[in-house]
């Protein structure tokens, strides 16, 4: 039976088919132009901007997965605006996402344009606009054509998988309850290996969407950080984006990948960053990704347009105590800092947060499945949260929206401290906690 929330009701459409269409371009970066922490050598995998249109009712939802490090501010709202111009909805019904790969690109026009303003190129070691706004309009014009030859569907199937050996948890407490060391996602101390997986969401959930018994597109979700080793000078997917690949080879379905909740999560307990790992990691996901899709063509719920619902809300989020307006403009301004870029990151995203300018957080229903998405890198005990609220419904969740305001910590998270809770990585406040976990808790509409 089909569960009905305020604001995501289905409206009795149940005749009208559901349409679905997909897209995929190359979103790699250019040689010589910079990536999240190094110029461009070479691609060593594509890098892949990922799609999905479906049309329903309300007008379409357009969902997108970039391998990129993230998409903050004006980013977000450059992508959001074209992509919704071209497929004829609003910009509040498209959800753009980074897989938070490390080579590979960032794209935040906000930044970009305080740069400049203080005398600094951003295409020489931040990002190149330019290609950015290449990216952003090709994407637009691909949506348009998902648009227009989208498929109606009947069915939306509903699988997990568990994924072994790849997830673990980042922050290791000592016996004060704060984080005695930090498992990066590649960790050659073996006695730092050696500690548990800790908290983690071991499963990939994943929803195909039939045409009858014909597949015609995958959405999947898992959350742990994407790096096996990186700062090579080559753009990677890295293993999600290999594993995603090889499931669109072996099923021949449109496959969009989103990352979950994995700012505290990494693959460091199973990960000593040997470049032989990468495939092994996306040999494990990719296994997760096929019991996951088994689970799915065996779990079909007949879907129609009246069945899909979309609802978003708007937060401003707190931010952190260490962002000081005149202490960032000042940094900014002084061409003898080495910090420069990250004080313009840090004063965009202030001033946001000055002017009460709202991050949407989103839910798509589909059927019984409810699909979150959220900004920056979240920890995994919002994802988890998220599905305790809901036990009777498939919840999903993407992170790394926009990507402004960081590393996004629980409460306790914040006295624990730990380089994710740290200023250098987090520019939210402890109480991001309340202001997120009310937004979630409103789109499940919990009690209900």
Not at 232 to 248: K, M, Y
Not at 409 to 433: F, K, L
Request: hydrophobic share 40%; net charge negative.
């Amino acid at each position: 039976m089909i569960l009905a929330l305020a604001g995501l009701a289905p409206s009795g459409r149940a005749d009208e088919p559901l349409r679905v269409g997909t897209f995929d371009i190359d979103a790699s970066p250019p040689v010589g132009t910079p990536m999240a922490y190094d110029p461009t050598a070479g691609v060593q995998d594509p890098l892949h901007c990922k799609g999905v249109v479906l049309i329903g009712e309300g007008g379409p939802v357009v969902l997108v997965a970039v391998d990129w490090i993230g998409i903050a501010n004006d980013g977000q709202t450059a992508f959001k605006e074209a992509i919704a111009s071209a497929v004829g909805t609003t910009a509040d019904r498209v959800a753009v996402h980074a897989l938070h790969q490390h080579d590979a690109p960032t794209c935040d026009f906000t930044v970009a344009e305080l740069l400049v303003a203080h005398g600094i190129d951003p295409s020489d070691s931040y990002f190149d606009p330019d290609f950015a706004r290449e990216v952003i309009a090709r994407a637009a014009e691909a949506a348009r054509e998902a648009k227009q030859r989208a498929r109606a569907v009947s069915h939306v199937g509903l699988g997990e998988g568990m994924v072994e050996e790849v997830a673990s948890n980042r922050r290791i407490l000592g016996p004060d309850g704060k984080v005695r060391v930090t498992r990066y996602t590649a960790c050659r101390d073996p006695e730092v290996r050696a500690e548990p997986a800790g908290t983690i969401d071991p499963m990939v959930k994943l929803l195909a969407f039939f045409d009858g018994d014909e597949p015609v597109a995958a959405l999947s979700y898992y959350a742990t950080h994407p790096q096996s080793y990186y700062r090579t000078g080559l753009a990677s997917c890295d293993f999600p984006g290999l594993a995603r690949e090889a499931r669109e080879d072996a099923t021949g379905v449109p496959h969009v990948h989103f990352d979950g909740a994995g700012g505290n999560i990494g693959a460091g307990k199973w990960n000593d960053g040997s470049p032989e790992n990468r495939q092994i990691l996306a040999d494990r996901v990719a296994e997760g990704m096929r019991l996951a899709w088994e689970a799915a063509s065996g779990r079909r719920e007949p879907i129609s347009a009246g069945d899909l619902g979309w609802e978003a809300v708007p937060v401003v989020l707190p931010p952190g105590k260490h962002l000081v307006e005149e202490s960032l403009e000042a940094t900014l301004a002084d061409p003898s800092a080495d910090n420069r870029i990250a004080a313009a990151r840090g004063l965009a995203w202030l001033r946001r947060c000055l002017a009460g300018d709202p991050i949407p957080v989103s839910c798509l229903a589909i059927g019984p499945a409810r699909i979150l998405h959220l900004p920056g890198e979240l920890f995994v005990e919002y994802q988890l949260a998220a599905q305790a609220i809901r036990p009777d419904l498939f919840v999903c969740m993407a992170a790394y929206g926009d990507y402004a305001p960081g590393y996004i910590g629980t409460a306790s998270a914040y006295y624990q401290v730990g380089y994710e809770a740290s200023d250098r990585a987090s520019r939210v406040a402890p109480t991001v906690e309340i202001v997120l976990l009310d937004a979630i808790s409103q789109l499940l509409g919990e009690g209900q």
